[in-house]
């Protein structure tokens, strides 16, 4: 971003990325899909958590070391691979991403209502011009940092209660994450969970956040490794923390709320205070993916034409509002997000299959040697990611 080079020191840049790719996961979706799949699998949730991370360790380092030693965005990668590509996922991205935002607008101004008991309409347009706010300052890109990096804190610190709260039986889920009762009825959800923790613009959003820092390049390797490994790390405790949480109600016998499940979880084993937290935890949830979506779509964006490049920021707050008029309008847009989702997974495999591609060329990423084992399961990654693209793709047909 354009008035975010660095004046601040590459730590700050580093964790910046971290924070922006793991809280663009965690939205109002990631808190309803773990608290319903903790409610279906129980203990045996723990098994898919844990292979979720592993994929998201393959996905994520693939492409953040590509897109570090190259110092080129994902469609620029694209376009490299093969011409035109990259304009084709610059789109669709973006379009996932507005759908995504519309929804993650909505989610904030229910955290909203949660807390104080505002009225939704009112809390869309509250949080709209929140997250749009960010982009006015000559220092957007560090102030992005703060932003996602305070909130994330705080949903981990409040999660943390709640789950103390609840006092699930860890013990059986350290067990059941190793040894599940039945695996193969965990198939879908590990599937739909790798979808919503690396799909579309997710895992793109710190490695683009890097080249706007200024960090590129082999000599910046371990630092952007080691950026990637902690965002996966922060989204993965948020996860954990919400199933350990969530486990400690329904293992006691309570049946969740279907319409809230999350929700329901919070207030029955935390009382009022542990609804009011949950109204936090979404708030923090959903604005920190509006910013994140926002801006890792325009950046997407940049390169179809030099005047998004030019006035990136007024896109970025363009892509806001449109979301926020789109949900104060619409409401619930909830077959716009079922198809955001879908076009998410299909969008996963075509991405990281271009970064594996330019992992091996050298008019790409130069004298970079990219590890074989990385490269291995990135393709065993592509490969599941490719199935449950297509399977989302004909349900929704």
């Given amino acids: 971003m354009k008035g975010s080079k660095p004046k601040f020191n590459n730590t700050s840049v580093l964790i910046g990325a971290a924070f922006i790719m793991a809280t663009s996961a965690i939205g109002p979706g990631f808190l309803t899909q773990t608290a319903q799949f903790t409610e279906q699998f ?4 723990a098994f898919v958590i844990l292979i979720s991370i592993i994929f998201n360790v393959g996905a994520q380092v693939n492409v953040w070391r590509v897109i570090g030693v190259s110092g080129m965005r994902g469609q620029d990668i694209a376009n490299k691979v093969l011409p ?61 940092d703060k932003f996602t990096q305070i909130l994330g804190v705080l949903m981990i610190v409040i999660v943390t209660y709640v789950a103390i709260k609840t006092q699930p039986p860890v013990g059986e889920a350290l067990i059941r994450s190793v040894a599940p009762e039945n695996p193969k009825l965990l198939l879908f959800p590990i599937i ?26 082999i000599k910046n390797l371990k630092e952007i490794t080691k950026s990637a ?21 329904v293992s006691k016998g309570i049946a969740l709320d279907p319409s809230n499940p999350a929700a329901s979880a919070f207030k029955s084993g935390a009382g009022m205070i542990g609804y009011k937290f949950f109204g936090v935890v979404l708030l923090a949830a959903s604005i920190t993916s509006v910013v994140g979506a926002a801006y890792t779509s325009v950046s997407f964006l940049k390169t ?27 409401g619930q847009p909830v077959k716009l997000l079922v198809l955001a989702g879908s076009l998410n997974g299909l969008i996963l495999p075509i991405t990281v299959g271009a970064i594996l591609i330019a992992s091996k060329r050298k008019d790409i990423v130069g004298e970079y040697e990219h590890p074989t084992w990385l490269l291995l399961f990135g393709i065993l990654i592509v490969i599941i990611a490719g199935y449950a693209g297509v399977m989302s793709l004909s349900n929704i047909f």
């Fill in 304 to 330: 179809l034409h030099p005047f998004i490049e030019k006035y990136e920021k007024h896109f970025i707050m363009g892509f806001i509002i449109f979301s926020t008029i789109t949900m104060a309008i619409i």
């Fill in 42 to 45: 129980a203990a045996n949730f």
């Fill in 229 to 249: 490994v902690l965002g996966i790390v922060i989204a993965s405790i948020m996860r954990i923390l919400v199933f350990l949480a969530v486990l400690g109600v």
């Fill in 192 to 217: 739909t969970l790798l979808g919503g923790t690396v799909g579309g613009y997710i895992t793109f959003s710190g490695g683009h956040r890097l080249i706007d820092g200024g960090i590129t390049g």
């Fill in 84 to 144: 035109g590509l990259g304009y084709f996922i610059a789109i669709i991205v973006a379009l996932g991403g507005l759908a995504f935002n519309i929804g993650n607008v909505g989610g904030a101004a229910l955290g909203l209502n949660v807390i104080f008991g505002l009225d939704v309409k009112y809390g869309i347009i509250i949080c709209g011009i929140i997250a749009s706010m960010i982009f006015l300052s000559k220092e957007a890109g560090s102030l992005v």
